[in-house]
C-alpha cells in the first residue's frame, strides 16, 4: 500500500510554549489513524501543521513522498489536497449551504458549477441534509452544521481529510450522526486523522491510535491493543481517566466522556 | 418679555415670498446635481481608498502599515476645510495647481478616506479569524478568501458606519464653496449676499439638503435590515 503522509521528527513552538517535541508518523492510503491525548498534548496543532496553517519549526512533512512544509508561496495548492475540518464548524455564515459547498471546488479548483452542484446535491442527500442545500447555516443545528462542514470538505475531493475534535462543541445525541458519517467515509476508504475525545468512535474508526502526551509519541498501536491493553503506563492512566468507579448502582454505558460533558 | 420687539415681528405680517422662491428653484436644482455629484464620487473614491487602507492594516502589511496609520490619523484630525485651503491655496505656492473640481474630488477623499477605512477595520477585525482558515483550508488562495469569506461579512457588519460616512460626506460638500464650487451652500450664500430674501433662501436650502439626503438614509436603513434578515453580519453562536 502506498505510504501517502510522513511526519518526520516535527517540532513546534509558540513562544516559550513546546508544543510539540518530535513526532513522526506514516500513514497509508485508505487508513486511518486516530490521534488521542491529554488536554494540551499537542494533537491539534499537529493537525495544523500538517495543512500548513502552523508553521513547523524542525522536521519535515511528506505527501505523497513530496516535502510540504517549509513552504509559504503555493500552500493553497497543498490545502487542495488536505481536507480539515474543525471543531467549530467554521461554515461561512452568509453563504447558503449549497454555497459554502461550490466555493471551494468551483473558485479554487475552478470545476463547472453544474457538475460540482450535481455531486454536491448527492452527498447532501447522503447525509441526511438534502433539504439543506437553501438555508443558511445560522438555521441549522450543530450536527448538521457539522454534516455540511464534512462535506464541503470532501467536495474538494481530498488525498487525506484531517478532522480536528469535530464533534466536541456538539450535544450528545448530535454526537453520532455526524460520527456516522465519519465511519461512512472511512468504510468507502477514505485517508484519514482524526483527533477526538470519544473513546468508542476511536476505537470503531481507527486501523491504528497515536498516543500524544506533552508533545512527544508515547503509543502507537492497533486499537485492540490500545484500548485493551495498552503498553504505557501513561496509556492506562489516560484511559482509566475516562471511567468513573460505580457509585450506588452500576455505571451507565457509554457515560464515559468526561472532556465532552464539559465541552460547551 | 419685550413686547413691542414680538409686536414688530408680528405687525409687519411677515409671509414667505413664493414667487421669489418658484423663481430661483432652478439656481437650486443646479446646486443640488452639483452636491450630489461631488459627494457621491467622493464617497466612491474615499470608499475604495479607505478600503485599501483597511487591508493594510488588518493584513499588516509592513511599512505601507505605518503609513497608513498617520494618513489616517491625518485625515481625522484636520477640518476638511482646512485641507482645502492647503489643496487651494497652499499646493500652487510649491507648483502644484489642481482645478476647483480637482481640489474638491481630492479633499474630500482625503477626508472621507480615513473615515472609511476605520469603518472598514471594524468590519475586518470582527470577522472570525477561523472563517479565514476555513476558507484556505478549502484550497483558496489568501487573495480568494479575503473575497469570498472575509470581505461580504466585513462589509455587512461596516455597514452601518459605512453609510453614517457617506451621509457625512456629503453633507461635508457644504465646505466645497470655498474652493469655488457652485454646489447648493453657495448658490444660497450668492443668492443671499446679492440682496436675495433670506429666509427664503435658507430655507429651500434645507429642503434642498434634506431632499438629496433622506433617500440616502432611507437606502441605508433598507440595506442594513437586508442585510440583516439574510444572516449576514449577525453573531451566529458556534
Known amino acids: ?264 | 418679555m419685550a413686547p413691542a420687539l414680538t409686536g414688530a415681528f408680528f405687525v409687519r405680517g411677515w409671509t414667505m415670498d413664493w414667487s421669489y422662491i418658484a423663481a430661483h428653484v432652478p439656481d437650486f436644482l443646479g446646486g443640488a446635481w452639483v452636491t450630489l455629484s461631488y459627494g457621491l464620487i467622493g464617497v466612491a473614491c474615499s470608499a475604495v481608498l479607505g478600503l485599501l487602507c483597511s487591508l493594510v492594516r488588518v493584513f499588516r502589511v509592513p511599512v505601507l502599515r505605518a503609513l497608513v496609520r498617520a494618513y489616517v490619523e491625518l485625515s481625522r484630525n484636520t477640518p476638511l476645510l482646512v485641507q482645502l485651503f492647503f489643496l487651494y491655496a497652499g499646493l500652487p505656492r510649491v507648483g502644484v495647481k489642481l482645478s476647483a473640481g480637482a481640489c474638491a474630488v481630492v479633499g474630500l477623499t482625503f477626508l472621507g478616506g480615513g473615515y472609511m477605512a476605520e469603518a472598514f477595520r471594524s468590519g475586518l477585525e470582527a470577522v472570525d479569524r477561523s472563517q479565514r482558515e476555513a476558507g484556505e483550508c478549502i484550497g483558496l488562495t489568501p487573495l480568494q478568501t479575503v473575497r469570498y469569506v472575509v470581505l461580504p461579512q466585513a462589509f455587512a457588519t461596516a455597514a452601518p458606519a459605512l453609510f453614517a460616512n457617506m451621509i457625512f460626506l456629503i453633507k461635508e460638500t457644504s465646505m466645497l464653496s470655498v474652493v469655488a464650487i457652485m454646489d447648493l451652500m453657495n448658490v444660497a450664500d450668492t443668492l443671499r449676499t446679492g440682496g436675495g430674501r433670506t429666509i427664503e433662501v435658507l430655507s429651500m436650502l434645507v429642503v434642498a439638503y434634506v431632499v438629496i439626503l433622506l433617500p440616502v438614509s432611507l437606502l441605508a436603513t433598507f440595506a442594513e435590515r437586508r442585510m440583516r434578515f439574510a444572516g449576514f453580519g449577525r453573531q451566529h453562536t458556534v
Do not use: W
Not at chain 1, 481530498?158 to 480536528?164: A, H, N, V
Open chain 1, 1 to 264: 500500500m502506498d505510504t501517502i503522509l510522513q511526519v518526520r521528527h516535527i517540532g513546534k513552538a509558540f513562544e516559550h510554549n513546546q508544543v510539540l517535541r518530535d513526532v513522526s508518523l506514516e500513514l497509508d492510503e485508505g487508513r486511518v489513524l486516530v490521534v488521542v491525548g491529554p488536554s494540551g498534548c499537542g494533537k491539534s496543532t499537529l493537525l495544523r501543521c500538517i495543512n500548513g496553517l502552523e508553521q513547523i519549526d524542525s522536521g519535515e512533512i511528506l505527501l505523497r513522498g513530496e516535502v510540504i512544509s517549509g513552504q509559504r508561496k503555493n500552500l493553497h495548492l497543498v490545502r487542495q489536497k488536505i481536507g480539515m475540518v474543525f471543531q467549530s464548524y467554521d461554515l461561512f455564515p452568509h453563504m447558503r449551504v449549497m454555497d459554502n459547498l461550490l466555493l471551494g471546488p468551483v473558485k479554487a479548483l475552478g470545476r463547472p458549477k453544474e457538475e460540482v452542484r450535481a455531486e454536491a446535491e448527492r452527498m447532501l442527500a447522503r447525509v441526511g441534509l438534502a433539504d439543506k442545500a437553501g438555508v443558511y447555516p445560522r438555521t441549522l443545528s450543530g450536527g448538521q452544521r457539522q454534516r455540511v462542514a464534512l462535506v464541503r470538505a470532501m467536495l474538494m475531493q481530498p488525498e487525506i481529510l484531517l478532522l480536528d475534535e469535530i464533534t466536541a462543541a456538539l450535544d450528545p445525541e448530535m454526537v453520532s450522526e455526524v460520527l456516522n458519517v465519519v465511519l461512512d467515509l472511512a468504510r468507502d476508504g477514505m485517508t484519514m486523522v482524526i483527533v477526538t475525545h470519544e473513546m468508542r468512535f476511536a476505537e470503531a474508526v481507527a486501523d491504528e491510535v497515536v498516543f500524544l502526551e506533552d508533545g512527544c509519541v508515547v503509543e502507537r498501536n492497533p486499537p485492540e491493543v490500545f484500548f485493551h491493553r495498552p503498553e504505557t503506563e501513561r496509556a492506562k492512566r489516560f484511559l482509566q481517566s475516562f471511567d468513573y468507579a460505580p457509585r450506588r448502582r452500576a455505571a451507565q454505558p457509554g457515560a464515559n466522556t468526561a472532556e465532552e460533558q464539559s465541552a460547551p
